[in-house]
């Protein structure tokens, strides 16, 4: 299988590449750095992988490779744990949802020129969203049928999905995944890791607020599963079954690192530091994976305390 990727260079698209890379398929990196990209996937270890530079906001003959491809992977995006500037918030929106439009774009272009030259176009997208669609609560929860939230997360989510939802207009077959926090060796966790190796990990805030979390390697297991099965389409939460409050999350993390959780951060802390972004971990929302689980999909860690026995000692 031919498969394009967005994103390919960050904390779940470089482990995606190197799972797909490694039982055979044939990888288009479409990327904004492709410096960084070689040195991540340098040819002499991985020749069939090939990247080509594209800005993701602008059409351009990047759009060209995609016609030839079986799917197209879009994890692309900008960064939302950081200070919400105007001119941030402005990124973090077009990067996801134009960014997704030119994506849609590229595939409609492909149905024309598959059709033109027997080639073949992209027969899936598997595109990226956010438990933020759902807004924020400490006392609801929320599956994949829930209405959306009403803050800016919410509607970055909503506008990233409704340019995916485009695509179906050229016959592929989408899937959108809308993604808890991430844990794994880096990312939010390594974030978090530091004070609880000095002896000075704790809550984050009320320590009250939901923590839906999904392992590295059962998010990436989630896109290849979709990936593969030409029955599945639609909307899936990709967060483990079993959310924990932010207190727990921490209590568990102090046993795994045998270290006390006993100094909160403060909300004001967080809010010097990032402002308006603060909101994504003083903030919460449950999230259950109905949907998902409907599908027979597997989870490896379904339960937190497996996921960072597995994850910590790493780093």
């Given at each position: 299988m031919k498969i394009a990727i967005t994103g390919a260079t960050g904390f779940v698209g470089s482990r995606l590449v190197v799972k797909l890379y490694d039982r055979g398929d044939d990888i288009l990196i479409l990327t904004r750095n492709p410096d960084k990209a070689r040195r991540i996937y340098p040819k002499s270890i991985y020749p069939k992988i090939e990247i080509i530079p594209y800005i993701a906001t602008e059409s351009g003959d990047w759009q060209k490779e995609i016609c030839g491809c079986d799917a197209v992977i879009n994890l692309a995006g900008e960064p939302i744990s950081e200070r919400w500037t105007g001119e941030a918030k402005r990124a973090i929106v077009a990067s996801r949802e134009i960014g997704t439009e030119k994506i849609v774009e590229a595939i409609s272009r492909s149905e024309r020129v598959a059709t033109a030259l027997a080639d073949q176009k992209p027969k899936v997208l598997i595109n990226s969203s956010a438990i933020g669609y759902y807004g924020t609560s400490e006392t609801a929860s929320f599956d994949e049928n829930s209405p959306p939230g009403d803050d800016f997360l919410a509607d970055v989510c909503k506008k990233w999905?409704?340019?995916a939802q485009k695509v179906k207009d050229y016959?592929?077959?989408?899937?959108?995944?809308?993604?808890?926090?991430?844990?794994?060796?880096?990312?939010?966790?390594?974030?978090?890791?530091p004070p609880f190796k000095l002896f000075a990990g704790?809550?984050?805030?009320?320590?009250?607020?939901?923590?839906?979390?999904?392992?590295?390697?059962?998010?990436?297991?989630?896109?290849?599963?979709?990936?593969?099965r030409q029955g599945i389409s639609g909307t899936f939460n990709a967060t483990a079954p079993n959310p924990v409050r932010m207190k727990e999350f921490c209590q568990i993390l102090g046993e795994v690192m045998n270290r006390p959780s006993w100094l909160p951060v403060p909300d004001f802390a967080l809010e010097i530091l990032l402002g308006e972004g603060a909101k994504i971990v003083l903030e919460g929302q449950e999230v259950l994976p109905k949907a998902?689980?409907?599908?027979?999909?597997?989870?490896?860690y379904p339960n937190l305390e497996a996921a960072l026995q597995e994850i910590v000692p790493k780093m």
């Open positions: 999905e409704t340019a016959g592929t077959r989408l899937v959108i995944l809308r993604t808890g926090i991430v844990l794994g060796n880096g990312g939010a966790l390594g974030k978090m890791i704790g809550p984050i805030g009320s320590g009250r607020q939901w923590f839906s979390w999904i392992h590295r390697d059962d998010l990436i297991n989630l896109i290849i599963y979709c990936l593969d998902t689980q409907a599908l027979g999909f597997d989870y490896r």
